[in-house]
Every structure is written in structure tokens, then in C-alpha cells.
């Protein structure tokens, strides 16, 4: 993919600032009890809304705190044709990651990330050249996953050609990032395991460049030129979408 599709992407249609959710959830006891994370390899995680199958999703209604949060984003955002059933909470420490994948066929191809915590680089990267380069078909090189859990488990090749086409975002705390169409179909995004992220590639700089110098600025360190984000505490993400497949019975998939 050309640098003209990737500057036309909208995966950033919608930044904003979400504090009075931040505060909603940072007090929610919910988030803090133990059983209702899932340890996984590299994070933990908590899985609302339901199980997400291929064929569809087998429901449970959202609890209210989250159906408040999921609403709000669909009122603002309006890309979404029916009310977010799927609310994925994800938590990294700062050396922690998610791997490169692609979500899942079983979502609507619109997806709302909620980042609470710490910030992070998020790297975007065109799943296209994994194909070239491994001489395999696209779908099976990629980690296309439906509940998060399995990218766990996918084969990381970033490392193996070049990364000019990447893009990466800087999730700021209290931001939503919304990403959809070409982003969401042809790229794949990740989080690199590691406590210092690179932040030359990140389109949207202005938000840590606007808050430099002044108290609770982003640490950044500068090597060789090269500005990266320490990051130092842990970050909470809640991975928004709509299942548009609900099955009220297992027995009729
Ligand atoms: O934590 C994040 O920001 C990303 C999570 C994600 O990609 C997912 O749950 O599919
Ligand atoms: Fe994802």
C-alpha cells in the first residue's frame, strides 16, 4: 500500500477526551477484582458482552457501567449500526504488548479503543507485504482473532522485512481511538512488548509535543536522535465493537 492510502486512512476520525470515564471506571470495582481477569502469556484480560464465535456471538448483556461508557461512544462516533455488544478490558504492564493481528471476521469492521493509564505506541502495519514475503496466503499468515486471546499464540514477522509502510499512534491516556476500513482490513496492529516505545513514527506527535516541559508530560527520552516514551505504569484499554451476529441459543449456530 502507497503512503497516499495510508495518509487517506480514517483510523483517526475520532480522538477525544473521555476523563469523566476515566473516572467511571478507575472507580469501578469491577475492574479491580481478581476473578474477573483472565491471565494471559503477556497481559490480562476481561472479556464482556459474551463469547465471541465465528458464526456469532453468544450474548450476555453488558453491565451497566460499560453499557454507559459503549452508548456515549456510539452516540458520538455514529459509525456503529446497532448498540457495541463486545467490550474487551485489557491491561499491560509497561513491558507488556499485544502482538500484531487482525480482529476477528465475527466484528463489525469498526473498532473503539479506550486507552486508560499509562500511554503507548500502537504500530499499524500492512499485512499485504507478509503475504509477499513469506509467499503465503495473506489470511493464514496473519494472527485474525476473535477474542484477543489468540494472537497470543500467532507468529510474530515483523521483524522480517521492511517497515516503511508502518504507521503508529500514540494512545493517549483518556483518548478513544477509532479505527475501521483500510485499517481495520488491511493492516494489522499491535504493541511492542517493551517499555520503551518509538515514537518517530507516530502521526499524531502534537499530543505529547503540546504538553513538553509542563508537569505530567510524557517521559521521553531522546537516543540518537530518536524520541522514545518510557513507559512506566500500567495501561488499561477497552476494545470496543459490535458483533453484529447474536445467537440467543448455542444449539441453533
Ligand atoms: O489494548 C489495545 O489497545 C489493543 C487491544 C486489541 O487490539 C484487541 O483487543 O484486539
Ligand atoms: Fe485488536
Aim: charged residues 20%; glycine residues 6%.
Amino acid at each position: 500500500m502507497h503512503n497516499t492510502s495510508l495518509l487517506s486512512l480514517p483510523i483517526f476520525s475520532s480522538i477525544y477526551d473521555v476523563q469523566e470515564v476515566q473516572l467511571i471506571l478507575l472507580n469501578n470495582p469491577a475492574l479491580a477484582m481478581a476473578g474477573q481477569w483472565k491471565s494471559l502469556k503477556n497481559r490480562r484480560l476481561q472479556n464482556w458482552g459474551g463469547v465471541v464465535h465465528e458464526k456469532g456471538l453468544l450474548p450476555q448483556p453488558l453491565p451497566p457501567w460499560l453499557t454507559k461508557i459503549t452508548q456515549m461512544i456510539c452516540e458520538e462516533t455514529g459509525l456503529f449500526p446497532s448498540p457495541i455488544n463486545h467490550v474487551l478490558i485489557n491491561e499491560y504492564l509497561p513491558h507488556q504488548g499485544i502482538m500484531p493481528h487482525q480482529d476477528g471476521p465475527a466484528y463489525f469492521p469498526v473498532v473503539a479503543i479506550l486507552s486508560l493509564g499509562s500511554p503507548a505506541v500502537m504500530k499499524f502495519s500492512p499485512h499485504s507485504r507478509f503475504g509477499e514475503y513469506n509467499g503465503m496466503a495473506t489470511n493464514s499468515t496473519t494472527a485474525v482473532h476473535d477474542t484477543s486471546e489468540n494472537a497470543e499464540s500467532a507468529e510474530n514477522k515483523t521483524g522480517l522485512c521492511s517497515d516503511e509502510h508502518d504507521v503508529s499512534v500514540l494512545l493517549m491516556p483518556c483518548s478513544l481511538l477509532i479505527f475501521k476500513d483500510e485499517a481495520y482490513s488491511d493492516y494489522l496492529h499491535g504493541i511492542e512488548d517493551s517499555n520503551v516505545h518509538q515514537l518517530d513514527k507516530v502521526v499524531n506527535a502534537f499530543e505529547w509535543q503540546k504538553q513538553e516541559g509542563q508537569e505530567g508530560a510524557l517521559d521521553v527520552a531522546c537516543t540518537d536522535g530518536i524520541k522514545s516514551l518510557k513507559r512506566t505504569s500500567t495501561r488499561v484499554s477497552l476494545t470496543c465493537r459490535l458483533v453484529s451476529k447474536v445467537h440467543k441459543n448455542l444449539f441453533k449456530f
